[in-house]
């Protein structure tokens, strides 16, 4: 019981840490939890068309060339706007780490939806809906999921942790987004 208590301690203090250290960022992420479930729900405005927002959200091939925690991502089976992907990773908190995979399909309608679903995996369910609307200059992602893990998840440490493993997430494609629309424009 009281190691238990000492690495909740630990994470808390690592989770206190990282965020007190991060950079203030526009993106708005809530994490909840209901029974077994984690609810995410996320909003952010990119300075970037819903093009160019789409062409990295959408790039499930060169994914883990700009997020860290994605050791490879793929997709398998293009039909039309219904895709088949399969992505493995992991994720480090504070000394603790976990791998993750699974294999979605995903719903494209362009430049607006992606809604994904989870096929197989480390989880036992994840459905993901993902919404691009122009917001004057730029767009803005509005990002809903739910998830049951495979393993139990403690309410506030692993709400927490969600939360900045998502934000982190959304970080590093908002970066992904505005690197290659400077290289755009640098380019002609």
Request: hydrophobic residues 40%; negative net charge; charged residues 20%.
């Amino acid at each position: 019981m009281l190691k238990s208590l000492l690495i909740i301690a630990s994470l808390l203090a690592f989770q206190a840490n990282a965020l007190a250290d991060s950079p203030q960022d526009d993106i708005a992420v809530n994490v909840q939890k209901d029974g077994d479930s984690v609810i995410i729900d996320l909003t952010v405005t990119i300075p970037a068309t819903p093009q160019e927002t789409w062409a990295v959200l959408v790039d499930f091939d060169h994914m883990p060339q700009f997020m860290t925690n994605l050791q490879s991502s793929k997709i398998l089976e293009q039909n039309g706007n219904t895709w088949k992907v399969a992505q493995k990773g992991q994720s480090s908190h504070g000394g603790f780490s976990f791998s993750f995979e699974s294999v979605r399909v995903v719903e494209l309608k362009p430049f607006e939806i992606i809604r994904s679903h989870l096929i197989s995996g480390t989880m036992k369910k994840h459905d993901g809906l993902t919404q691009l609307f122009p917001s004057g200059t730029g767009t803005r992602i509005v990002y809903h999921a739910e998830s049951i893990a495979n393993v139990w998840v403690p309410p506030l440490v692993g709400t927490s942790l969600v939360e900045g493993d998502v934000r982190k997430q959304f970080q590093e494609m908002e970066a992904e987004i505005l690197k290659r629309k400077a290289a755009a424009k640098a380019g002609g």
